[in-house]
C-alpha cells in the first residue's frame, strides 16, 4: 500500500524549532518530488516547500523562505521539515505529500504558542 | 504569485442534484511544456484532501464518474453530475503550472 506518515508535531513557543519527518512506504520514493502542504485550523490549504528526487531542487514559499528547510534521505525513504524561528501563524496541520499531489498523509499537528 | 479565485464559496445542493464549482487563475496555467498542471480535491470532514482530478480533467483512480472536470487557460470548472451524501466536504483547486504552487480558497458543499 502506498503511504506517507508524518510524525514530529507538538507544542513549541513562538521562536522556537522543530523537525517534521515524513516515511514513505510502497513506491519508490527516490524517483518521486515530495512536498509540504499546511493547513490552519478552520482556514484553507497552503502549499509550503517542494523538494526534487535527488535533493538538487528546492522550492519554498515566500513566507518560510530563510526560516523552513526541506531535505530529504532517500536511503531511508525519508522526508523532513526542519523549521526554525516559527511563529503563531506558523500554526497548522502538516501534510507530506506525494508528486503533484495524488498521494497524502494523514497529517501532523504544530501548535506555535507560549 | 497566481491567485486562485473559487465560487461559489458555499454550495448548498440538493441529493440526486448536479452541482458546479468555478476556479479561474489570475494568469494562465498553460506550462511551457504544453501541460496545463489544474487539479481539484475533496476534504471530507476530519480528513486529509485526496485528489479527484489531475491535469484539468483526467479522473483519478478510484474516482467517481460522476465527478468531471473541465476548462483551460484561466477558467476551470469541477462538476458533480448527482450529488451523493458521501460527496459533503470542501473542494479546493490548485494551479501546479508556476511557482509557488497555489489553492484555492476552498467551496464548502453541503446537502440542503
Known amino acids: 500500500e502506498v503511504q506517507l506518515v508524518e510524525s514530529g508535531g507538538g507544542l513549541v513557543q513562538p521562536g522556537g524549532s522543530l523537525r517534521l519527518s515524513c516515511v514513505a512506504s510502497?513506491?519508490?520514493?527516490?524517483?518521486?518530488?515530495v512536498t509540504w502542504v499546511r493547513q490552519a485550523p478552520g482556514k484553507g490549504l497552503e502549499w509550503v516547500a517542494t523538494?526534487?528526487?535527488?535533493?538538487?531542487?528546492?522550492y519554498y514559499v515566500d513566507t518560510v523562505m530563510g526560516r523552513f528547510s526541506i531535505s530529504r534521505d532517500n536511503g531511508k525513504n525519508l522526508l523532513y521539515l526542519l523549521m526554525n524561528s516559527l511563529r503563531a501563524e506558523d500554526t497548522a496541520v502538516y501534510y507530506c505529500?506525494?508528486?503533484?499531489?495524488?498521494?497524502w498523509g494523514q497529517g501532523t499537528l504544530v501548535t506555535v504558542s507560549s | 504569485d497566481v491567485v486562485m479565485t473559487q465560487s461559489p464559496l458555499s454550495l448548498p445542493v440538493t441529493l440526486g442534484q448536479p452541482a458546479s464549482i468555478s476556479c479561474r487563475s489570475s494568469?494562465?496555467?498553460?506550462?511551457?511544456?504544453?501541460?496545463?498542471?489544474l487539479y481539484w480535491f475533496q476534504q471530507r470532514p476530519g480528513q486529509s484532501p485526496r485528489r479527484l482530478i489531475h491535469r484539468v480533467s483526467g479522473r483519478d483512480s478510484g474516482v467517481p464518474d460522476r465527478f468531471s472536470g473541465s476548462g483551460s487557460g484561466t477558467d476551470f470548472t469541477l462538476k458533480i453530475s448527482r450529488v451523493e451524501a458521501e460527496d459533503v466536504g470542501v473542494y479546493y483547486c490548485?494551479?501546479?503550472?508556476?511557482?509557488?504552487?497555489?489553492f484555492g480558497q476552498g467551496t464548502k458543499v453541503e446537502i440542503k
Open positions: 494568469q494562465s496555467l498553460v506550462h511551457s511544456d504544453g501541460n496545463t498542471y
Open positions: 490548485m494551479q501546479g503550472s508556476l511557482w509557488p504552487w497555489t
Open positions: 523538494i526534487n528526487e535527488d535533493g538538487s531542487e528546492k
Open positions: 505529500v506525494r508528486g503533484r499531489a495524488n498521494i
Open positions: 510502497g513506491f519508490t520514493f527516490s524517483s518521486h518530488w
